[in-house]
């Protein structure tokens, strides 16, 4: 268990707080956006009316989420939110991914490390007990062992404040935008229920019961928001480490690892994604 968050944290002291961050989280989250701004900037450099596959792969995820606003916020209103919710999917689903590179470098270091020991080296040795308990062990002179060893990566996902961050921003942006499109009164209607939100009632909305109701509301979905996202990436971790102490066969691991990097990386993506459109809608 103590392999969920393998990586060390640092502190520093600001105004006698004492602030604990986790270095690799950070240094991940970053080349996630640096990822993505190369990403844009191939993606937009040279254009054709017949794509590259490249070209091609991209132009199908940009209308994958034009869909998705054109449909929940209409053909006007729908085109100002492409750039966010896209950036939005994208950041989240190679955050979710990140973690399966080093993995896949890992085992084929493995294998290469199998194939010297096909040709008889020394440096290799295998315990095998049984089909799900087999153990390869690479001595630190031959150089496929770094390979092997390649150090693990944790997703920014896995951290509760990088899917707080993530929901607040969801939760901010949807009622900037609420009060923009209805002005500040008619945004204020939402949080009186059935009570009239005209003068003089207005400026008793703290007597109403519904203010305090529709408060706890949109507070509790940043919550549930994050928390979706969280509970679920941080499920497929703690799986993966369990059945990984529990089975030494190297490819189990791995396999889990494409499963809930890949698989499960770009559903929960697509949630957080359709639920933070939801959200904007419902300001509509």
């Given amino acids: 268990m103590e392999n969920l968050h393998h990586s060390s944290e640092w502190q520093i ?8 961050f986790n270095p690799m989280i950070i240094f991940i989250t970053w080349g996630v956006i640096l990822l993505l701004a190369a990403i844009g900037f191939l993606a937009c450099r040279k254009l054709r009316e017949i ?3 490249f070209q091609s792969m ?4 940009y209308e994958f989420i ?3 606003c054109l449909n929940s916020l209409g053909p006007v209103e ?3 939110f492409i750039p966010f919710i896209l950036s939005l999917f ?4 190679i955050s979710n991914w990140i973690i399966v590179l080093p993995n896949i470098i890992g085992f084929f270091g493995l294998l290469i490390a199998l194939i010297y020991k096909a040709f008889g080296s020394s440096l290799v040795t295998i315990s095998f007990e049984s089909l799900f308990h087999i ?3 690479i001595r630190d002179a031959l150089w496929v062992s770094k390979v092997a060893g390649f150090e693990k990566l944790e997703e920014p996902t896995k951290i509760l404040n990088t899917d707080l961050a993530f929901a607040l921003v969801v939760f901010l942006t949807a009622q900037i935008y609420g009060i923009r499109r ?13 009570i009239p939100a005209k003068p003089p009632y207005t400026w008793f909305f703290f007597l109403n019961p519904f203010f305090y109701l529709e408060v706890i509301s949109k507070l509790s979905a940043v919550v549930s928001h994050s928390f979706r996202l969280y509970g679920n990436i941080f499920g497929g971790a703690m799986i993966v480490t369990l059945v990984s102490g529990l089975v030494a066969n190297f490819l189990v691991p791995v396999g889990l690892y494409v499963f809930f990097g890949l698989f499960e990386g770009i559903i929960q993506a697509f949630v957080f994604t359709m639920l933070a459109v939801t959200y904007i809608s419902q300001e509509a």
């Fill in 135 to 137: 153990q390869v062990h």
């Fill in 66 to 68: 034009e869909g998705i």
């Fill in 58 to 61: 991209t132009e199908a995820v």
């Fill in 51 to 53: 794509p590259k596959p």
């Fill in 182 to 194: 209805h002005g500040f009164l008619g945004y204020a209607k939402h949080y009186m229920g059935i």
């Fill in 13 to 20: 002291s600001i105004l006698g707080h004492i602030v604990h």
């Fill in 78 to 80: 729908g085109p100002k």
């Fill in 90 to 93: 994208l950041f989240i689903l």
